[in-house]
C-alpha cells in the first residue's frame, strides 16, 4: 500500500526547535522553505500532510495555511488520537501513513506509523524506534530529506519534477 498521507511535528523537525521571544513577548520560529517546496509538491500529487502539534503558534497555523496543509492541530497531547480521526476522514489506515517527530510525544504515532522518520538532531530514544534516521536536522531540510525518500519509494519522481519543470519541445 502506498503512503498517502505524512504526518509532521513542528518544533524540532520543521523548526529547529528553538523557540525565540521578542522583549514583546512575540514568539519567533524559522522554518525551512526547501522543507515548504516539498511539502506543497506532495499536496499537489494529490497526497495529504497533517501537522500535530503539542504547542499552540499563529505562527504554525499561517505556516500550514501558507502551505495548503488542510489539517491541522494545535495543542495535542495524544497524536496517535490525532491521527485516527484524521483517518477516519480519510478512509485510510495507519499502512498509509508516514510521519515525522523528534522527541518523545511523537513516540506514539512514529511506533504507529507505517514508516517513521526522525531528523539527525532527534531524541535517541525516538531514533532507536523510527525506520529511517535523516541526515539533516530539524527546520533544516529534514522534511524535504523524508518527502523525497518517499517520492523515490513510490516512483513518483518524474511527477514530482514534472511539477517544477516545464518540459522543451526542442526539434
Given at each position: 500500500?502506498?503512503?498517502?498521507?505524512?504526518?509532521?511535528?513542528?518544533?524540532?523537525?520543521?523548526?529547529?526547535?528553538?523557540?525565540?521571544?521578542?522583549?514583546?513577548?512575540?514568539?519567533?520560529?524559522?522554518?525551512?522553505?526547501?522543507?515548504?517546496?516539498?511539502?506543497?509538491?506532495?499536496?499537489?500529487?494529490?497526497?495529504?500532510?497533517?501537522?500535530?502539534?503539542?504547542?499552540e503558534s499563529k505562527i504554525v497555523e499561517r505556516r500550514a495555511r501558507e502551505l495548503g496543509i488542510k489539517y491541522f492541530y494545535q495543542g495535542?497531547?495524544?497524536?496517535r488520537e490525532v491521527?485516527?480521526?484524521?483517518?477516519d476522514i480519510l478512509h485510510l489506515t495507519?499502512?498509509?501513513?508516514?510521519?515525522?517527530?523528534d522527541d518523545l510525544n511523537d513516540y506514539n504515532l512514529l511506533k504507529a506509523s507505517k514508516l517513521s522518520f526522525a531528523p539527525n538532531n532527534a531524541s535517541s530514544y525516538i531514533k532507536d524506534i523510527v525506520s529511517i534516521?535523516?541526515?539533516?536536522?530539524?527546520?533544516?531540510?529534514?522534511?524535504?530529506e523524508m518527502i523525497e525518500y518517499l517520492i523515490e519509494l513510490e516512483n513518483l519522481k518524474e511527477e514530482y519534477l514534472k511539477l517544477w519543470y516545464l518540459e522543451l519541445n526542442i526539434s
Open positions: 500500500m502506498s503512503i498517502e498521507l505524512i504526518v509532521l511535528d513542528v518544533d524540532g523537525t520543521m523548526t529547529d526547535g528553538k523557540i525565540t521571544y521578542t522583549q514583546n513577548g512575540d514568539e519567533l520560529k524559522s522554518f525551512c522553505v526547501k522543507d515548504g517546496l516539498a511539502i506543497s509538491s506532495w499536496i499537489k500529487l494529490g497526497k495529504d500532510v497533517a501537522i500535530i502539534t503539542g504547542r495535542v497531547n495524544n497524536k491521527i485516527e480521526e484524521i483517518l495507519m499502512d498509509s501513513v508516514a510521519s515525522i517527530g534516521r535523516l541526515s539533516k536536522d530539524g527546520g533544516d531540510g529534514a522534511v524535504r
